[in-house]
């Protein structure tokens, strides 16, 4: 059981590294190409609270999953 949630573990990580890596490579190369963004208090609070806000309701469906279907 311990051996079979390691992997379910291991797999999500992999995945968040994954979508963390292709979100870089999106921010460095595709964004000289679009407008600029003016420098405001309210986008900067958007910029550091959306990452966070995404992580968080990804943990919480991911928990809600495995409450549903938890790993025998």
């Given at each position: 059981m311990a051996h079979k949630l390691m992997g379910i573990?291991?797999?999500f990580i992999v995945k968040v590294l994954i979508l963390s890596l292709s979100i870089s490579l999106?921010?460095?190369y595709a964004s000289p190409?679009?407008?600029s963004i003016p420098a405001t208090?309210?986008?900067a609070l958007i910029a550091v609270l959306t990452p966070a806000i995404i992580l968080?309701?990804?943990?919480l469906w991911r928990f809600w999953t495995f409450q549903?279907?938890?790993v025998e």
């Open positions: 573990q291991f797999n999106l921010i460095k190409s679009l407008p208090s309210g986008n968080a309701i990804a943990l549903k279907h938890p």
